[in-house]
């Protein structure tokens, strides 16, 4: 028994355990074409005193039009910092059909410092949104080091949410039995 995996596992359970959506988005994802996910990340400081950053980010979907062996897997541009992590992750994600095919890149904006606690800046960003009357972009909340597990967290709801919808809409144009 191989007790690294099941480190590792333990590991990545209680970072995607420790970030949380704030402001969820209800709305199924594109079965063809492009989706966007729209966010803002509220990330706690790294240190006593330090302020909570707040980064505007949008993850965008695709699905190739045709499946090959190259494209089979999924695919994740900027959610990582380190090859080890991204491995860990693939290998996961593409234990599911609903992962299998999808290209996810993930573009941030620049870090804001605010001077608010991550509630605080949460409860702002929540008002502005409701004021803009903005049902389409999410509010993600992380420790400093984990805003990215975040991102994939929200993503990986998303897809899941919407796999039921996307694979009847793929029954109703004739692709599946």
Not at 97 to 112: E, K, T
């Amino acid at each position: 028994m191989n007790f690294d995996d099941f480190d590792q596992e333990n590991r990545f359970r209680a970072a995607w355990e420790a970030v949380e959506i704030v402001r969820p988005v209800h709305y199924t994802l594109f079965t063809f074409g492009e989706s966007a996910l729209p966010y803002f990340l509220v990330c706690s400081p790294t240190q006593v005193q330090a302020p909570v950053t707040i980064t505007r980010g949008e993850v965008r979907i695709t699905r190739p039009l045709l499946i090959t062996p190259e494209n089979s897997r999924p695919e994740f541009r900027n959610f990582f910092e380190t090859d080890d992590e991204e491995e860990v992750v693939s290998f996961l994600m593409a234990r599911t059909a609903r992962f299998s095919n999808l290209r996810l890149d993930n573009q941030s904006g620049a870090r804001r410092a605010v001077s608010d606690s991550v509630e605080g800046a949460v409860a702002k960003l929540n008002q502005r949104l409701d004021d803009e009357e903005e049902d389409r972009v999410a509010i993600l909340s992380a420790p400093a080091n984990l805003g990215r597990v975040a991102v994939l967290r929200y993503v990986t709801e998303q897809i899941l949410s919407s796999a039921a919808e996307n694979v009847q809409e793929l029954r109703e144009r004739g692709f599946l039995p």
